[in-house]
């Protein structure tokens, strides 16, 4: 009597569909029970990715994060991760803190933030274990900063611009009090109102001192931190017709969530400056502008010596004043990238006004607006925009400084 068959008698059409039922963080040790599931499994790409796709998301591959270059490595990588995130170790998580934070950042690349599974993952394991040791590693804290035996800077600045960027595609602004820490925003606000941080170098803006127009998202997370507890205080002390904006996790500022169908040569100029516009302009839009009263702003920095290490000035305790603007804009022209713009999208020009959404006494709160929007290099969206008020323009410039009522454009 034939002895019944085993499971390496089964046809390979049965063995992939058996496998794709085992969890991708068992496939080592099954490649250790024989060699001939070893040669099996190995550059299995088609079970692999079969694997991947059922818990990740597509990879996009013009990121400039990823997972890998094969399914097989794109799927260790996600275990990987997975495991590290779900560990109640804190070491494990800052072993390899570079390599975890730029997984993550891979993840953060979907098509659609509405559906994705990659957040839908990140959504569920980020938990205060995970905020704590991942999304506060900037420079905010050190020790002399907000920093505490829980919370503390990273080694090497390349992996505090991740922890900040990381804290800003998070979205929602973190402010990791315990016992023995200090609140975030004071220190915070003292980098935003650092005058010192603005010049010809930075473009006057949230960009890295060294003129290569490269974001810095420490700068970036500083004004997040202060926007969000101004906008939590307004909301609890007044009648603004909103509630707070950020709400949901890693969904607000996913890279390659704008909708934008890419159009032939053939029929571009048959196409309304709407219709091209990659970014979505046109339309009413929500901006929150921050300050310091003036005397409080010019004695922050010129009523006392600036540190002479070029280290940061004292936190800022003052309470700020906060106005919500309403703007409505329309493109006006579409060109090409210039040699110092991110080359996969145009530059679009608009222009419209603004006008307060409250405090209507403000003489100086109504202006026009003319601006630009494009890429950067490294492929973050940045606005600029000029107000004039009265004849008396004023410039911003930075990444992600709009929302986009929802009802409204």
């Not at 004023?394 to 990444?399: D, E, I, L, T, V």
Request: aromatic share 12%.
């Amino acid at each position: 009597m034939a002895s019944p068959p085993t499971l390496l008698d089964l046809p390979h059409e049965l063995l992939h569909h058996i496998f794709l039922h085992v969890d991708p963080a068992d496939l080592a040790r099954v490649r250790l029970i024989c060699r001939f599931l070893d040669r099996y499994l190995k550059k299995n790409e088609l079970l692999f990715k079969q694997l991947y796709l059922l818990s990740w998301d597509e990879p996009i591959e013009e990121a400039p994060f990823n997972l890998g270059s094969t399914w097989e490595k794109r799927l260790q990588n996600a275990v990987w991760l997975q495991k590290v995130l779900q560990s109640r170790n804190i070491d494990s998580k800052l072993n390899d803190y570079q390599k975890t934070a730029q997984l993550i950042l891979a993840l953060l690349y979907v098509r659609n933030s509405t559906t994705s599974k990659n957040l839908n993952f990140l959504e569920q394991v980020f938990d205060k274990l995970n905020l704590d040791a991942l999304l506060c590693r900037s420079s905010l804290f050190e020790p002399e900063g907000a920093g505490d035996v829980t919370h503390g800077a990273a080694s090497t600045e390349f992996e505090r611009q991740l922890s900040a960027k990381l804290h800003c595609y998070y979205g929602i602004p973190i402010d990791p009090r315990t016992r023995k820490s200090n609140p975030t925003h004071p220190w915070a606000r003292s980098r935003v109102y650092d005058l010192r941080n603005y010049d010809t170098n930075t473009m006057w803006g949230p960009f890295r001192a060294d003129g290569s127009g490269r974001v810095d998202w420490e700068k970036m997370e500083a004004i997040m931190i202060v926007l969000g507890f101004n906008m939590k205080i307004l909301v609890e002390e007044s009648d603004v017709p909103f509630n707070a904006i950020w709400a949901v996790r890693f969904r607000g500022a996913v890279p390659y969530s704008a909708p934008y169908q890419k159009h032939s040569l053939a029929n571009e100029l048959e196409l309304s400056l709407d219709a091209r516009d990659p970014y979505g302009v046109t339309g009413t839009w929500l901006r929150v502008v921050c300050f310091l009263d003036y005397h409080d702003f010019y004695a922050f920095n010129f009523g006392s010596t600036a540190p002479a290490d070029g280290g940061p000035r004292p936190p800022i305790d003052i309470r700020e004043a906060i106005r919500f603007l309403k703007l409505g804009i329309n493109v006006t022209k579409i060109e090409p990238p210039g040699p110092d713009d991110g080359q996969a999208l145009p530059v679009v020009h608009f222009k419209g006004v603004s006008r307060l959404m409250h405090a209507f006494w403000d003489p100086n709160a109504n202006s026009a607006l003319t601006g630009t929007v494009r890429l950067t290099r490294e492929g973050e969206i940045r606005w600029t925009s000029f107000s004039t008020f009265q004849g008396y323009a004023c410039h911003f410039s930075a990444p992600y400084v709009c929302m986009k009522l929802a009802g409204l454009s």
